[in-house]
Structure formats: C-alpha cells, structure tokens
C-alpha cells in the first residue's frame, strides 16, 4: 500500500516528462508567428460582418433608387426580428435580441470555423517554409505516451478534477462573470444547439490543442530554453518550462476574450481560462502527446454543454 502511495506521488510531484520535441525558433520568431495566426483566426469573422454590412448597405441603396423592395421584403427578414418573444427580449445578442438567433449561430459558426482552419494553415505553412515537419513537433500522435496508457489515464483524470477544484476555489473569491456563450446556447435548439455543440465538443478541442498546446507552448518551451531568456530564467529547464506553461495559458485565455467586447463582465472568466489552459499545458509536457488534452478537453466541454442543456 505504502509502495502504491509513494508511486502515485511520485509520478505526481516529480513525474517523467515525455515531452522532447523542439522547435528552432526564436523567441522573437514564435510571437511573430503566433500574431499572424491570431490575426488569420480574426480574420473571416471581419470580412464576413464587412460582406453582409455592404450587402444590408447595397440592398438600403437599391430600394431607396430604383423602388424594389430589396432590403425590406428580402435581405432584412434574413437577420431581423420584428416581433420579439419575451424570451427574445432578453436576449444577450447584439440588437437585445432583434437580430435572429439563427443568423447569428450561423455567421458565428462559418467564422469560428473558417478562423480555425485559416490559423492552421497559416502555422503549418511557417513550419513547412522552415523544413519543419509539424507530426514530429506537435504531438498529435499516441508514440509519446511509450506504452503507458494507464498512467496517462491517471494524469488526466487527475488533471480534470484539478480544473474543477482551481475553479470551484475561484468562483468563491471573484464575481460571478457573465458568460455569454452559455447564454446563447440556452437559448439554441434544434440544428442551431447542434451545430454549437459540434463545435465545442469535437472542432474546438482538436484545433485548439494543437495551436495552442502543440504549437504555441511547444515553441515558447523550446525558445525559453536557449538564448537571453534562458540566461535569465538561470538555464533552468524547469523554468523555462513553467514561464511557456503560464504564458501560452495567458494567450489562450485571452483569445476566449473577445466576448468581453459585447459585455465587460465576461472578463471575469479569464482566470478560469488561464487555469484550463495551464493544466492542459502540463499535461502535455507529462505525456508527450496531444492525444489525452485532446479528450479531456472535449470531455470539460461536454460536460459544460451537457449541464446547459439538460441543467
């Protein structure tokens, strides 16, 4: 039992780190990368607001000169409610509610998932340009893990109950945020909810592991570890390690943020989203493989959308 104890411990507070693969860029190489991505990610949301405002625009145009009701009869019916339920009403969506749900899943749904692949195809492109082969590099791949399935299983659980607690402990001390996503799946149904699940629980934790954790953690851990900023973390590994750990954390957190624009008190899901991504950042370094961040992602989503729908 003693034996058992001490192993459990052990692989906790001083595990094997599987993670070895490195990136050969620089410090300043990285952020370079990491802000193009960002901007690739931002960009079809922008262009997709820009194209319908000009097409709201050219039908107000159109019926105004040439007395075809365009905009009135055809374009606004698309995206504006007229008659509002009560429900509607008290909508959390830009307008209160006077812009239609299913216009606004849909658009958000094209530009999060155009926004993803664009921001990996522009990451892989930077590595193929440098020769780097990105299977080798961002851990999407079980080889890591060397045969050890069940402690990997261990970690992970541990990891998921180690989000829950950190969380638990931070609802109590800050105010409660608004989180609008949550509302706006309260209010989906049919087609719209599953389309929003799909992405919470399939596209976004595959996509966001691999640019976040594979990518975006991997370089920093690597960058960290050479040059300047390892002079100044000491030559430490260990470090190195927890600065790229609590920045890629910062980064992926803060990404989420953009809600913060429509309702300030979103802000307040930031220390949860550093957290999460901290926690999915050791466990990578631990396991070696993206493949178990990968599921416990999705579980931590599916358990947050299984609890909205049926709460």
């Known amino acids: 039992m003693l034996t058992a104890l001490r192993s459990v411990l052990s692989s906790l507070f001083n595990p094997t780190i599987r993670l070895t693969s490195e990136f050969p860029w620089t410090l300043g190489k990285v952020m370079k990368v990491a802000v193009g991505a960002e901007f ?14 000009i097409i709201v625009l050219g039908s107000v145009i159109i019926e105004q000169v040439a007395r075809v009701p365009v905009f009135s009869e055809v374009v606004r019916p698309l995206y504006w409610n007229d008659e509002l339920t009560e429900a509607e009403g008290n909508s959390p969506l830009p307008g209160g509610g006077q812009v239609k749900l299913s216009f606004f899943i849909g658009m958000m749904v094209l530009s999060t998932v155009l926004g993803f692949l ?10 193929r340009d440098e020769g780097i082969d990105w299977r080798k590099v961002v851990g999407l791949n079980l080889s890591g893990l060397q045969g050890r399935i069940w402690e ?50 399939v596209l976004a934790p595959v996509l966001e592991e691999i640019i976040f954790r594979g990518f975006l953690f991997n370089a920093l851990r690597s960058a960290f570890r050479r040059g ?22 910062v980064l992926f957190g803060s990404v989420h943020m953009l809600n913060a624009f429509v309702d300030a008190r979103y802000l307040w899901c930031l220390p949860s989203m550093i957290v999460c991504g901290m ?5 990578f370094r631990r396991t070696g493989s993206l ?12 358990v947050i959308v299984s609890l909205i729908a049926f709460g």
Request: charged share 10%; aromatic share 16%; glycine share 6%.
């Open 279 to 283: 926690v999915l950042a050791e466990l």
């Open 152 to 201: 990997t299983t261990w970690y992970a659980l541990i990891a998921l109950l180690l989000m829950y607690g950190l969380d638990l402990m931070l609802s109590q001390v800050l105010p409660e945020p608004v989180d609008l996503v949550a509302q706006i799946f309260r209010q989906a149904n049919g087609l719209n909810f599953l389309a929003l699940a799909l992405i919470a629980v």
């Open 291 to 302: 493949i178990p961040g990968i599921a416990l992602h999705a579980v931590n989503n599916g």
């Open 228 to 249: 300047w900023v390892a002079r100044m973390l000491g030559n430490s590994a260990f470090k190195a390690d927890g600065a790229a750990i609590f920045l890629s954390a």
């Open 40 to 53: 690739y990610f931002i960009f079809p949301g922008l262009f997709l607001s820009l194209s319908w405002c």
């Open 118 to 127: 664009f921001e990996l195809w522009y990451i892989f492109r930077c590595m």
